[in-house]
């Protein structure tokens, strides 16, 4: 597997939106995505908003990339902000509560679609209790 390869199996970003900001994860979220994964933490605490984490496109998450949750959630909490978990898929899920991580489901929704191409999103699931 290449460089190129390796950084094309998943990634993650921030969509900065007016209201919130929004940690995009889609595909293989491991320890190549630490550069990527400090960046969003850091710019999304920058801004002092709302943190959703759209996890709606990822396929696998290791140890790494639940340690990024379990860090967002954390210092969301330190700095007062709302950190939730948006569409997770049964390999966040699976994991979170292999855990014993406390997803539970929330009422807030969000006024629109995280990205361009994604679906009307449903009512995150809160990790920050």
């Known amino acids: 597997m290449t460089f190129t390869d390796e950084a094309q199996a998943g990634g993650i970003a921030l969509v900065e939106r007016t209201d919130v900001s929004v940690v995009d994860m889609w595909g293989e979220i491991d320890i190549a995505l630490r550069n990527e994964a400090s960046a969003a933490l850091a710019r999304a ?19 790494a990339g639940v340690a990024f949750l379990v860090q967002l959630c954390r210092i969301g909490r330190d700095e007062g902000l709302r ?37 009307a999103p449903r009512a995150p699931h809160s990790l920050a209790g």
Do not use: C, K, Q, Y
Not at 46 to 53: A, K, S
């Open 45 to 63: 605490f920058e801004r002092d908003l709302p943190v959703v984490v759209d996890t709606s496109r990822v396929t696998f998450i290791d140890s």
């Open 83 to 119: 950190v939730s978990l948006h569409r997770p898929p049964a390999a966040v899920l699976d994991v979170l509560r292999m855990l014993d991580l406390d997803v539970p489901g929330d009422a807030n929704v969000l006024d629109g679609p995280t990205t361009p191409t994604a679906p």
